[in-house]
């Protein structure tokens, strides 16, 4: 069992930046592939990035290449999603999520491919 717990959600402005935290307690944190998700209402969830077990790897869907960051400390059995010039379309639930030993699917992660999410942040950034 993994529970995972985020925090840095907030209401920004266009343009701001949020670091997300995901701190995660119950097993051994490194050996689960991390990702983020985020959700708008009505609306699947989408993958924002992933990171491997070790941290040496990383991904990231479009819209987040060059604006977000993800990054894990293992000794702090954390994960961060460090966001910078924040877009209105942004605005989302986001989510942290881990899956076990999938480094190997890094780049193809899905909702069904997570074993443990997190009950989410609230990210909302104004015009």
């Known amino acids: 069992q993994v529970q995972l717990v985020e925090s840095g959600g907030g209401l920004v402005q266009t343009g701001d930046s949020l670091r997300l935290s995901c701190a995660a307690s119950g097993s051994t944190f490194r050996a689960y592939t991390m990702a983020w998700f985020r959700q708008v209402p009505g609306q699947d969830e989408e993958i924002v990035s992933a990171i491997s077990r070790t941290g040496d790897s990383t991904y990231y869907t479009d819209f987040a290449k060059g604006r977000f960051t993800i990054s894990r400390v293992n000794a702090k059995n954390t994960v961060y999603l460090q966001m910078n010039s924040l877009r209105p379309e942004d605005t989302a639930t986001y989510y942290c999520?881990?899956?076990?030993?999938?480094?190997?699917?890094?780049?193809?992660?899905?909702?069904?491919?997570?074993?443990?999410w997190g009950k989410g942040t609230r990210v909302t950034v104004s015009a």
């Open positions: 999520a881990a899956a076990y030993s999938k480094d190997s699917e890094l780049g193809a992660l899905t909702y069904y491919d997570m074993d443990y």
